[in-house]
């Protein structure tokens, strides 16, 4: 079955520093989203994503946070200066057509960790 | 978004059928209604998406009421490996291609030998 692939696996990262969040999303699917969860609490909505533009983003989602899709395959989030609340797990996802008759399908996720 | 509402946790032991209801009284007439499972340090994982009666996939079964108010997930003969936090979410099915998903607390499923 076609999966979502996150790179790194976990992040070591210091207060300030820039980083960028790999994925791989599914060959055809049309939409891209990242989510984050801090530890122990709920997943959250960061951004979605079509058609090389943001479709929606969150308040968490600051200038801070910049999204892009490099090349037909890849699709990376990119925090420009961590701070130590951005330490967090955060998931790649992707859906088909973007409605919700197409669930979204997530990775595993990079853990990072803002020292 | 319809807000939903789903018991914290739960405890089952091997073997038996084990079903979360999720409440979601103010449920859309484009709403679909999809169950989301999650381990430790995993991303969530689709597990079944209806929008009324049952739906019956290979891992679980779905059913709606006539008036959609609330929804139950059943796992047939849970096993450890299904320890997890099951999500209940319901979404419009026309939401403009822009389907972020609002995740609450879940259900922490802890099944015993």
């Known amino acids: 079955e076609p999966e979502v692939t996150q790179t790194p696996s976990h992040q070591v990262t210091q207060m300030g520093q820039e980083v960028i969040l790999r994925c791989v999303p599914i060959?055809?699917?049309?939409?891209f989203y990242w989510y984050r969860q801090i530890l122990g609490q709920k997943v959250e909505f960061l951004v979605s994503?079509?058609?090389?533009?943001?479709?929606?983003k969150s308040e968490i989602f600051d200038d801070q946070f910049s999204v892009e899709r490099p090349d037909g395959s890849n699709f990376t989030l990119k925090i420009r200066s961590t701070k130590l609340e951005d330490s967090a797990m955060y998931f790649c996802?992707?859906?088909?057509?973007?409605?919700?008759?197409?669930?979204?399908?997530f990775g595993d996720g990079t853990r990072l960790s803002i020292l | 978004l319809a807000k939903t509402t789903q018991p914290i946790s739960m405890d089952s032991y091997e073997g038996q059928e084990v079903n979360i209801t999720c409440s979601h009284n103010?449920?859309?007439?484009?709403?679909?209604i999809t169950w989301y499972q999650q381990f430790p340090s995993q991303g969530p994982r689709f597990i079944i998406q209806?929008?009324?009666t049952k739906v019956t996939n290979e891992v679980a079964s779905l059913f709606i009421p006539a008036d959609r108010k609330s929804s139950t997930l059943s796992l047939p003969r849970v096993s450890l490996s299904d320890t997890a936090v099951y999500y209940c979410?319901?979404?419009?099915?026309?939401?403009?291609?822009?389907?972020?998903?609002?995740f609450g607390a879940g259900t922490r499923l802890a099944v015993h030998p």
């Open positions: 979410l319901v979404g419009d099915r026309f939401s403009g291609g822009y389907n972020k998903l609002i």
């Open positions: 996802a992707s859906s088909g057509t973007g409605t919700g008759r197409q669930p979204q399908h």
């Open positions: 103010n449920i859309a007439t484009n709403d679909y």
């Open positions: 994503f079509y058609n090389n533009e943001i479709s929606e």
């Open positions: 209806g929008y009324k």
């Open positions: 060959s055809n699917h049309l939409y």
